[in-house]
């Protein structure tokens, strides 16, 4: 099963936008977007990708809906993964920030 996730844009630089999911940050690649994308938008991500744009009207209504489905899913396996995925790539972009820094 696949499931995207939606993030506010922290940066955009290029086709790399930093974005923010419930206070985890990490690069989600924007190549497969036709509109741009700016600081502030909300999009889905899919295996850090962005597969759509959230119309900012729907913002409220979408996070709504994932924080519903996340804290109702206790041990559920997917929301886990999702977790984990996010945790997984926050550690390897501070990895890379070390990396760049030494």
Same mark, same amino acid.
């Given at each position: ?38 600081? *502030?938008? =909300?999009? +889905? ?8 744009? $959230?119309?900012?009207?729907? #913002? %409220? &209504?979408?996070? *709504?809906? =994932?924080? +519903? ?8 396996? $997917?929301?886990?993964?999702? #977790? %984990? &995925? ?5 550690? +390897? ?10």
């Amino acid at each position: 099963m696949c499931l995207g996730v939606p993030g506010c844009v922290f940066s955009v630089r290029g086709n790399v936008a930093v974005v923010d999911f419930w206070g985890t940050k990490k690069n989600v690649r924007l190549d497969n977007l036709a509109e741009p994308i700016l600081a *502030g938008d =909300y999009i +889905i991500d899919h295996q850090g990708y962005a597969v759509r744009k $959230i119309d900012m009207d729907a #913002v %409220a &209504e979408t996070l *709504g809906m =994932y924080e +519903i489905i996340l804290s109702e899913a206790g041990c559920d396996p $997917i929301a886990t993964e999702v #977790v %984990a &995925e996010l945790e997984h790539a926050a550690e +390897i972009d501070v990895e890379a920030e070390e990396l760049v820094l030494a």
